[in-house]
C-alpha cells in the first residue's frame, strides 16, 4: 500500500481549485471556499511538518515503480518547512484577495488560478525528480502569467511582456541543463543523480550543464546580471499578487539552486568563486536600485533582488553556518516580503498610490496600524530581536569562517541600505503629512468608511503575517534549530539519497 | 546521423537566440518557439538514437538481448512539447492584446511605454 500523506499537499490546492470551478461566477462561494480551502492546506501541512521534523523524510515513489526509474516524491525538513510557509503565506493572500481583488478579476477564474499557483509551489517543494522539478515549474508559471495579466490595463500588460519572455527564457535553458544531464548521467532522480554526477571524470561537462541551470534558476530567482524583468515587472499587478510573487515566486528559484547546488553539483573552486561574486553583485546592485525609486512597489522589488543576495551569499559560502543562515533568511524573507506586499496593499487601499510623493500622514490617520506596519518593517531591516536579525549574525560569522571580506562588506552595505530606504519609506508614507496632490481619491470612500468585517478582512493578514514574523523573531531559538536541520541535510546528503533509493551511498 | 542532428540543434539554438535579441515582438516568439524544438531535438540527440530496436522484450526471453532504445527521452519530450505548446499559445495571445492595447510591436517601445504609465 503506498503512502499518500505526501502528495495530500498538492491533491488538496488542486481538489480547492476544481471545487472553486464549480462556482464559477458566484464571488462570494468563491471567496469562502478560497479561504477555507487554503486554512485546511495549512491545517494539513503543519501536520506534515510536524510528522516530518519530529519523525523521519517521507518518500512516495508514484506508481511504485523503483526510485531511480519512476517519479519520486521526496519529503524532509527542507521541504515540508517551505510548503509549511507557502501556505501561511496562501492563507494570508487568500484572505487579503478576498477583501481587495476586484469582482471582475474574480468573474474571470482569479481564485482558482491561485490555487493552481499554490499546488505548483507545493509541487515543486516536495518532488525529488529533476524534469518533474521543470514540471512544476511550468505549472507555476503559467498560473503566474494568468495572475500577471488577468484585467490588467495598458501597464500590466507592458510589464507582462518582459515577465512572460524571461520566464518562458528560463525554462528553456532549465530544460537544455536538463537535456545534457541526462546525456551525461542518464538519469532524473534526484538522489540517483547526486552519486552519479560525482562519479562523472569530464569535469568541463559537469560545469557546463552547472552552468546552465545556476542560469535558469538564476533568471526565476532573480540574481545579479538576470533580475531586470522583476523590478519592471511586480508593480503593476494587484497588490494580493505582487504579494505572492514578491513573497514566493523567487524563492521557488533560490530553493532550487540550494537543492540542485546542494546535492548534485557541488560547487568547486570555479563554481563557489562565481557564485560569491553573483551574491555580492547581488546584493550591491539591489541596494542601488532601491535608492532612487520613488515609487514603493518598485523599491521593494528592488529589496527583493537586494536580499535574494543573503541567500545566495549563503550558498556561496557553502559552510554550515552560512547554509543555515540561508535557511533562517528563506524561511524570514517568505513571511515578511508577503506581510510587506499586503501593507502596500493596505496603503493603496487608503491613500490610492504607491508613490511616495503623493502619500504621508499615515501615523496621523491610523496610529495603531502604523505601529503594526512598523514592526513589520523592522523585521524587513532586521533589528534586533525581530526576524531579520537572526540569519544575518549567522551569515557574517560564516563569512569571517571563510574570510571572504568582499561579502561582509556586500553584507553591511546591503543591511545598510535597506535601513535607509525603509526609513525613507516611513518618513515618506508614515511621518509626512498628506500632501493631498490626488485628486481622484477624494470621492473614494475612506478605509475607516468601510464596513466593519472589509476592513478586518483587509488588516488580518497583516497580523497573521506580523505574528508569524514575530515568532521567526523572538522564537528564534527554535528557527535556529529547524534551519540548522535544514542546513545539515543539505551538507550531508547521504540521509536524502538513503531515503530515495534505500541503499547507503558507498563513500568514496 | 548523430552528427546532422547535432548540427541541426546548433542551427535552431543560433537561430532562436538571434531573433530573441531583435526587438520586435513576433520574433522573439518565433525565437522561443525555435529555442524550443532545439531543446527537444537536444533531449532526443541526447538520449543516444539507437536505430530500429524498440525496448520491448522479445516474448519467447525474459531479458533484452541486445542494445535497445531508451524510451525516457520520447516521454520527456512529449511532455516538454506539450508544455511548450501551451505557454506558446498563451505568449501569442498575450502578445496580440499588448499590440492592440499599446499600438506598437517593438519592445523598447513597449518598455518605455511601461516607464511613462
Not at chain 1, 29 to 52: E, H
Not at chain 1, 320 to 341: C, E, R, S, W
Not at chain 1, 344 to 358: A, E, Q, R, W
Not at chain 2, 86 to 109: E, S
Request: aromatic residues 12%; contains cysteine.
Amino acid at each position: 500500500m503506498m503512502d499518500i500523506s505526501i502528495v495530500l499537499p498538492v491533491l488538496l490546492p488542486l481538489m480547492v481549485a476544481i471545487l472553486l470551478l464549480f462556482f464559477w461566477g458566484k464571488t462570494q462561494s468563491q471567496k469562502w471556499i478560497s479561504v477555507l480551502g487554503s486554512m485546511a492546506v495549512l491545517g494539513y501541512n503543519s501536520w506534515l511538518f510536524i510528522t516530518v521534523y519530529t519523525g523521519s523524510m517521507l518518500t512516495m515513489q508514484a506508481g511504485n515503480w523503483e526510485a531511480p526509474f519512476g517519479i519520486t516524491l521526496v519529503a524532509d525538513v527542507f521541504s515540508v518547512t517551505m510548503i509549511l510557509l507557502t501556505s501561511i503565506a496562501g492563507v494570508a493572500v487568500s484572505i487579503f484577495s478576498v477583501g481587495s481583488i476586484s469582482t471582475a478579476r474574480i468573474r474571470f477564474g482569479y481564485f482558482p488560478i491561485l490555487h493552481l499557483l499554490l499546488m505548483g509551489l507545493n509541487g515543486a517543494f516536495l518532488t525529488g525528480d529533476i524534469f518533474n522539478l521543470y514540471v512544476w515549474f511550468e505549472i507555476i508559471i503559467i498560473a503566474s502569467f494568468v495572475l500577471m495579466t488577468l484585467g490588467g490595463g495598458r501597464a500590466q500588460l507592458a510589464s507582462a511582456v518582459n515577465y512572460v519572455i524571461m520566464n518562458l527564457l528560463a525554462s528553456v535553458i532549465f530544460l537544455t541543463a536538463i537535456a545534457i544531464l541526462y546525456g551525461i548521467a542518464g538519469t532524473l532522480n534526484m538522489a540517483d543523480l547526486s552519486i552519479k554526477v560525482a562519479l562523472i571524470e569530464n569535469r568541463g561537462l559537469v560545469n557546463v550543464t552547472a552552468l546552465l541551470f545556476f542560469v535558469g534558476f538564476g533568471i526565476k530567482s532573480a540574481v545579479f546580471p538576470l533580475y531586470f524583468w522583476l523590478p519592471s515587472s511586480y508593480h503593476t499587478p494587484p497588490s494580493a499578487v505582487a504579494a505572492i510573487f514578491g513573497g514566493l515566486l523567487t524563492k521557488v528559484g533560490v530553493y532550487a539552486l540550494l537543492r540542485v547546488f546542494t546535492l548534485i553539483f557541488i560547487p568547486d573552486s570555479f563554481l563557489s568563486t562565481l557564485l560569491l561574486a553573483v551574491a555580492a553583485l547581488t546584493l550591491v546592485t539591489g541596494a542601488f536600485g532601491a535608492l532612487i525609486q520613488s515609487n514603493a512597489r518598485k523599491m521593494l522589488s528592488y529589496l527583493i533582488v537586494c536580499h535574494i543576495g543573503f541567500m545566495m551569499a549563503g550558498l556561496a559560502m557553502y559552510t554550515d553556518t552560512a547554509l543555515t543562515g540561508a535557511a533562517f533568511y528563506l524561511i524570514h524573507d517568505i513571511i515578511v516580503k508577503t506581510n510587506v506586499f499586503i501593507l502596500l496593499g493596505l496603503v493603496f487601499i487608503m491613500y490610492g498610490s504607491f508613490k511616495m510623493p503623493d502619500l504621508g500622514g499615515l501615523y496621523a490617520d491610523y496610529p495603531k496600524l502604523a505601529l503594526v506596519m512598523a514592526l513589520v518593517l523592522f523585521s524587513l531591516v532586521g533589528i534586533p530581536p525581530l526576524s531579520g536579525f537572526w540569519p544575518k549574525l549567522f551569515l557574517f560569522e560564516a563569512a569571517f569562517d571563510t574570510q571572504s571580506y568582499v561579502m561582509i562588506g556586500a553584507l553591511i552595505f546591503a543591511s545598510f541600505i535597506t535601513l535607509v530606504v525603509i526609513a525613507k519609506m516611513w518618513s515618506q508614507i508614515f511621518w509626512k503629512p498628506n500632501p493631498n496632490t490626488l485628486e481622484r481619491i477624494k470621492h473614494l470612500p475612506s478605509f475607516m468608511e468601510l464596513s466593519w468585517n472589509r476592513r478586518a478582512i483587509l488588516i488580518s493578514p497583516l497580523l497573521l503575517l506580523t505574528a508569524v514574523s514575530l515568532y521567526i523573531g523572538i522564537g528564534a531559538e527554535n528557527i535556529v534549530k529547524l534551519s540548522s536541520q535544514i542546513a545539515n541535510d543539505l551538507m550531508d546528503p547521504s540521509g536524502y539519497i538513503e531515503a530515495v533509493l534505500g541503499t547507503k551511498p558507498q563513500t568514496p | 546521423m548523430e552528427l546532422l542532428l547535432a548540427i541541426v540543434v546548433g542551427i535552431l539554438y543560433a537561430a532562436g537566440i538571434y531573433m530573441m535579441l531583435r526587438r520586435s515582438l513576433v520574433k522573439l516568439i518565433i525565437g522561443l518557439i525555435l529555442l524550443g524544438n532545439g531543446a527537444n531535438m537536444l533531449i532526443f540527440l541526447l538520449g543516444r538514437i539507437t536505430k530500429g530496436s524498440p525496448p520491448i522484450i522479445p516474448a519467447e526471453s525474459k531479458v533484452f538481448l541486445e542494445a535497445y532504445a531508451d524510451p525516457i527521452p520520447q516521454a520527456l519530450i512529449l511532455t516538454a512539447i506539450v508544455i511548450s505548446f501551451g505557454l506558446q499559445a498563451f505568449a501569442i495571445v498575450l502578445m496580440k492584446r499588448v499590440y492592440q492595447v499599446v499600438g506598437t510591436d517593438d519592445i523598447d517601445q513597449v518598455n518605455n511605454m511601461e516607464e511613462t504609465l
